[in-house]
């Protein structure tokens, strides 16, 4: 079956979710994993879909133009065979925060860092808070730690940009139970 | 005595309450010899409640003292047959996972410490102060004798705190 990704976004109002998820349904598209949620105004949705028949953008014709009218704005992507399949990441889970007085390259910084040393990212938040004056940035994320790689090694390879950015990092391993 | 598959959701047997048990007869001890026998068998678990095996009777079993997390702190092999939790204090998130419901977890608020009261495998009466993981698992695993999985307790999701402010 014909997998697909659909991204829609939009300034936040109530019954987008209905809006789409009706569309969805009449068309007969199966929603898998989506995650849904407020940035800033906007509300963003993405979601992996499939259908029984659809092959390509053309078969959702312009069943999205309603949504397209009320301001959202929509992507479909086509995913090629296998790209709705997610991989088995195993790992320890660390969970990194970095905060501190807004500036350029926080997020940059920290990802460039676990990029080189391999950490994958599997998610990532930011927020800006504080105030207009003194503008706070917030970055949480979750990451899979490569075989071998312990929750000190991150910690030694972010320690040097707390002082080239000016922000606090705390590094720890988050422990799954299953029970 | 047999490792037991573990039953997975949607098997309505771990949404049903189930039945307290009587007697401490044969059938309920080889009921525990086989919770014990599935816990250890799988590894990892710490764990497990008897719906898990497909058994709707009040009975689990809890071991903590091989994972990192319970090791320093828990009372060992726990037989625990119509356990009870009669009282609670502090709270604890963590996030679980369950074998019954694979590929999913979840950040769950629990009591950090509960005094449970239950009859344990050689029919004496026992009430405990458990505290951390082992208290977490215990909390879990009665959960299931409810009917009750994780999935109704997820107390956040994981962008949560970010939300709080305006809640």
Redesign the interface.
């Known amino acids: 079956m014909q997998h697909f990704a659909l991204t829609i976004i939009g300034r936040d109002r109530t019954g987008i979710v209905s809006q789409v998820t009706e569309i969805l349904y009449e068309l007969g598209c199966n929603i898998a994993d989506s995650s849904c ?1 407020i940035l800033g105004g906007q509300f963003a949705m993405i979601l992996i879909l499939d259908h029984p028949e659809y092959v390509d953008r053309d078969s959702f014709g312009d069943a999205f133009l309603p949504l397209e009218e009320s301001g959202l704005s929509v992507f479909l992507r086509v995913l090629k065979p296998g790209g709705e399949i997610r991989p088995e990441i195993e790992g320890e ?1 660390c969970m990194i925060s970095v905060y501190g007085s807004d500036k350029p390259g926080i997020v940059y910084r920290v990802a460039q860092v676990l990029g080189e040393n391999q950490v994958n990212i599997t ?1 990532l ?1 930011t ?1 800006l808070v504080g105030s207009a004056d003194n503008p706070v940035y ?1 970055l ?1 994320l ?1 990451a899979v730690l490569p075989e071998n790689m312990t929750e000190q090694d991150i910690d030694t390879w972010v320690a040097p940009l707390r002082d080239e950015l000016q922000v606090d990092i705390t590094v720890r391993t ?6 | 005595m047999p490792v037991c598959p573990i039953i997975l959701y949607p098997d309505p047997v771990l949404k049903q309450a189930t039945e307290p048990i009587g007697a401490l007869d044969s059938e309920v001890d080889a009921l525990i010899q086989d919770l014990v026998d599935t816990m250890y068998d799988a590894g990892h678990s710490v764990g497990v409640a008897a719906p898990q095996i497909g058994v709707s009777r009040r009975a689990v079993v809890v071991d903590v003292s091989h994972s990192k997390l319970g090791k320093d702190n828990n009372h060992g092999l726990l037989t625990m047959i119509n356990p009870r939790v009669i009282e609670k204090s502090g709270s604890k998130t963590m996030r679980e996972g369950c074998m019954s419901v694979p590929d999913y977890t979840g950040n769950v608020t629990r009591a950090e410490t509960i005094v449970v009261e239950f009859t344990d495998r050689a029919g004496r009466s026992r009430v405990i102060e458990c505290s951390g993981f082992e208290a977490v698992a215990i909390q879990h695993e009665i959960d299931h004798l409810d009917g009750m999985l994780f999935l109704d307790r997820v107390s956040s999701l994981k962008t949560d705190l970010f939300r709080r402010k305006n809640s």
């Open positions: 949620s889970i998610d938040n927020k917030v949480m979750e988050i422990h799954t139970a299953e029970l």
